[in-house]
């Protein structure tokens, strides 16, 4: 009964901790996306503007 009661709290937070791990893990992906795009455009930009 007891190594159940275990089981069931390691499963729990397990589960807690990897819920908690994917939203940020999703927030910075966002995040991520956003700095990559604006790296982009500024790469862009500084090719546009070399170039004549």
């Keep these: 009964?007891?190594?159940?009661?275990h089981l069931a709290?390691?499963?729990y937070l397990g589960y807690w901790l990897i819920s908690?791990?994917?939203?940020v893990k999703d927030m910075?992906?966002?995040i991520d996306?956003?700095?990559i795009?604006?790296?982009?455009?500024?790469?862009?930009d500084s090719?546009?503007?070399v170039v004549p």
């Design 20 to 23: 908690r791990f994917w939203a």
């Design 28 to 30: 910075t992906e966002v």
């Design 1 to 5: 009964m007891i190594r159940l009661l």
């Design 9 to 11: 709290i390691l499963f």
């Design 33 to 35: 996306v956003e700095v």
């Design 37 to 44: 795009a604006k790296e982009l455009l500024d790469k862009e």
């Design 47 to 49: 090719k546009n503007s």
